[in-house]
Nanobody, 126 residues
Framework: QVHLVESGGGLVKPGGSLRLSCAAS????????VGWFRQAPGKERELLSA????????YYADFLEGRFAISRDNAKNTVYLQMNNLKPEDTAVYLC???????????????????WGQGTQVTVSS
C-alpha cells in the first residue's frame, strides 16, 4: 500500500555533502513520524534522525554532532536528510521508515515502523 523510495546517495569525498530524499506514495493517513536510519556492514541499524509529520518535532542522534538536518515537504510527501561534513564512518545504506504509532518518545520509532524503503548507498571515501 505505502511505498517509500530513497534517493540521493552516492560516492562523496570526506567533508562533502549529500541530500537524501524519501518519497512516499500510497499514503492514506499521514504517518506520525518518519525517520532516517542507516546500516553499515556488520552493524545494527541505527536511527539517525526523525521528524513528526504534523508539528515537525525533530530528533537527532548525538553522534551526528550537528552535521545532519531533517526536513519535510507535506505537499510532496517527502522527507529530506541534509548531510554535511561527511566522514568515512558515515558509509552505509541509508533507509527511511514511517510509523503511525503515536508516542512521546520518537526515538523508539524503529520498533513501530510499518514501512521501509529499500535504501540508498552512501559511500564516503577519498
Amino acid at each position: 500500500q505505502v511505498h517509500l523510495v530513497e534517493s540521493g546517495g552516492g560516492l562523496v569525498k570526506p567533508g562533502g555533502s549529500l541530500r537524501l530524499s524519501c518519497a512516499a506514495s500510497g499514503v492514506v493517513y499521514t504517518p506520525y513520524v518518519v525517520g532516517w536510519f542507516r546500516q553499515a556492514p556488520g552493524k545494527e541499524r541505527e536511527l539517525l534522525s526523525a521528524i513528526t509529520w504534523s508539528d515537525a518535532n525533530t530528533y537527532y542522534a548525538d553522534f551526528l554532532e550537528g552535521r545532519f538536518a531533517i526536513s519535510r515537504d507535506n505537499a510532496k510527501n517527502t522527507v529530506y536528510l541534509q548531510m554535511n561534513n561527511l566522514k568515512p564512518e558515515d558509509t552505509a545504506v541509508y533507509l527511511c521508515g514511517a510509523s503511525w504509532w503515536v508516542t512521546n518518545d520518537i526515538r523508539t520509532m524503529g520498533s513501530h515502523t510499518r514501512y521501509w524503503g529499500q535504501g540508498t548507498q552512501v559511500t564516503v571515501s577519498s
